[in-house]
Structure formats: structure tokens, C-alpha cells
T-cell receptor, first 119, second 112 residues
Framework: ETGVTQTPRHLVMGMTNKKSLKCEQHLGHNAMYWYKQSAKKPLELMFVYNFKEQTENNSVPSRFSPECPNSSHLFLHLHTLQPEDSALYLC??????????????????FGAGSRLTVL | EDQVTQSPEALRLQEGESSSLNCSYTVSGLRGLFWYRQDPGKGPEFLFTLYSAGEEKEKERLKATLTKKESFLHITAPKPEDSATYLCAVQALGGSQGNLIFGKGTKLSVKP
């Protein structure tokens, strides 16, 4: 396996179900992210993990619960979702941004996404 | 507020018909501007990073340029396989790790 792998690729769930999305990166990166892509909207950052520690929660509702057991794996646990949560959920990874103005910018490598439909 | 606007929303070209995609941005200090390509059913694929005004980068039929307010993605003699949605994103100097501000994208269709 290479790059960033997401499973499942498609998921249909009812509003009372509990499910999880899984992401694995094979690039040796130390930062991982969850992004949400809804129709007609830009990609939105949800969560950031650096060296397994959550460093950002972008005001995401508690019905989305991330877990990062190590630098290569990232999960998104889903419970009591709403139909408006239907979207493509993208996992990404990168090197941790260095300090200072000359430290470059984050080049994110994305997975293929998990298409979630909430009925 | 940091913001990215891409135009046009959709662009239909004939094979070989060159054109440009626009990305206008407002950011409180630019750390980097990114171009990604996204095919249907797939995640975004990295194309370029630009850091400062005047910078240009090329890859095959694509050339990205950057000014202080906008970036262009020039497509020279496109082929049908260039059909995809092209996403522009910026990262602010004060922005947190991995926090890219994306535009809505330009959907490019190239007909043979």
C-alpha cells in the first residue's frame, strides 16, 4: 500500500447508527487531518493531529469523534449523525510545519475519501 | 477574513484550446498557495505550491503563476485527460498546522 488509504469508500448509515471511518498513511508523515467536502462548498478542515496529539478542532460537533492511536492511523467515529452530515470525508497527511517564515507550507497528501450518506 | 475565490466555476474547452483558471485570494500574510487536481470519486492530488509574487511553476501542460492578489493556472493545448476539478488553496502565515483555505474549484471539461 502506498500514500493515504481510506476505508470504507462508501458508507450509508441511519441517524441512530454508530460507525467509524479509518485512514492509514504510508508516507512516514507526522501530521494527519480530517477534511469535509460537501457539494458546492469548499473543503473544510475538521481536525488536526500532530505526533498523535490533537492540535485543532475546527468547531466540529461532538457527534464526530476523532482518534489517532499513532502517527500512521486516524479514525473518525460517527454517532447520531444528521442528514446534512452527508459528504465526502477526506483524510490527509503531511510533515509537521516548521517554525519561522522560511519553514515552507504544508503540502497535504489526500486519500480518496469516504463517501458518507446519512438517511 | 482569509478567503479564496475561484473562477470560472466551470470551463468547457475543445482539445488544444488553451485557457486560464483564476484564483483570487485574501490572506493576512501568505505562507503558500496550492493548486490541486481532483478527479471524480478521488481525493485532491497535489500539483504546485507557490510562495511569493512573481513565482511560476510548470508541469507538462500546466503552468501556475502568482501575484499578490491572485494566481492563474494556465493550461496549454489541453487534452481530454486534463478534465478534472482544479482546486486552489492558501495557507496563512498565522495559520495553524494544515489549515488550508480552499476555493470551491473550477470544473474543467476538455472535449476531443
Amino acid at each position: 500500500e502506498t500514500g493515504v488509504t481510506q476505508t470504507p469508500r462508501h458508507l450509508v448509515m441511519g441517524m441512530t447508527n454508530k460507525k467509524s471511518l479509518k485512514c492509514e498513511q504510508h508516507l512516514g508523515h507526522n501530521a494527519m487531518y480530517w477534511y469535509k467536502q460537501s457539494a458546492k462548498k469548499p473543503l473544510e478542515l475538521m481536525f488536526v493531529y500532530n505526533f498523535k496529539e490533537q492540535t485543532e478542532n475546527n468547531s466540529v460537533p461532538s457527534r464526530f469523534s476523532p482518534e489517532c492511536p499513532n502517527s500512521s492511523h486516524l479514525f473518525l467515529h460517527l454517532h447520531t449523525l444528521q442528514p446534512e452530515d452527508s459528504a465526502l470525508y477526506l483524510c490527509a497527511s503531511s510533515w509537521t510545519l516548521g517554525q519561522g517564515l522560511l519553514s515552507g507550507a504544508n503540502v497535504l497528501t489526500f486519500g480518496a475519501g469516504s463517501r458518507l450518506t446519512v438517511l | 477574513e482569509d478567503q479564496v475565490t475561484q473562477s470560472p466555476e466551470a470551463l468547457r474547452l475543445q482539445e488544444g484550446e488553451s485557457s486560464s483558471l483564476n484564483c483570487s485570494y485574501t490572506v493576512s500574510g501568505l505562507r503558500g498557495l496550492f493548486w490541486y487536481r481532483q478527479d471524480p470519486g478521488k481525493g485532491p492530488e497535489f500539483l504546485f505550491t507557490l510562495y511569493s509574487a512573481g513565482e511560476e511553476k510548470e508541469k507538462e501542460r500546466l503552468k501556475a503563476t502568482l501575484t499578490k492578489k491572485e494566481s492563474f493556472l494556465h493550461i496549454t493545448a489541453p487534452k481530454p485527460e486534463d478534465s478534472a476539478t482544479y482546486l486552489c488553496a492558501v495557507q496563512a502565515l498565522g495559520g495553524s498546522q494544515g489549515n488550508l483555505i480552499f476555493g470551491k474549484g473550477t470544473k474543467l471539461s476538455v472535449k476531443p
